[in-house]
């Protein structure tokens, strides 16, 4: 399974960025994707996922109301908008893949600074 993150980058308090996870047909459309992000020396926290139970949509308390998570099922990709973005929001960020049992994928992150 291959995830492929792209789209981080500098931006300045309040910007915006839309970072991006490609990967195959087979892995989006059975697997539950979603976005985390780490700063070093902190553990993985969850941004933005899709729910299989309902079908719905769950954000970390830190990012609510700023990021939304999108995928595009034709293109095999998934989005994450960041808004208003905060200095505190610096982190490398994760696509993750899991198969709803014990097997669970990483793209190799893309960092995203935001500094002025």
């Known amino acids: 399974v291959q995830l492929v993150e792209s789209g981080g980058g500098l931006v300045q308090p309040g910007g915006f960025l839309r970072p991006s996870c490609a990967t195959s047909?087979?892995?989006?459309?059975?697997?539950?994707m979603s976005w985390y992000r780490q700063a070093p020396g902190k553990e993985r926290e969850l941004v933005a996922g899709?729910?299989?139970?309902?079908?719905?949509?769950e954000y970390g308390d830190a990012v609510k109301g700023r990021f939304t998570i999108d995928r595009d099922d034709a293109q095999n990709t998934l989005y994450l908008e960041l808004n208003l973005l905060k200095p505190s929001d610096t982190d490398v960020y994760y696509c993750?893949?899991?198969?709803?049992?014990?097997?669970?994928?990483w793209g190799q992150g893309t960092q995203v600074t935001v500094s002025s």
């Open positions: 993750r893949a899991w198969d709803y049992g014990q097997l669970v994928y």
């Open positions: 899709f729910r299989r139970a309902d079908g719905g949509i």
């Open positions: 047909g087979s892995v989006f459309s059975g697997y539950a």
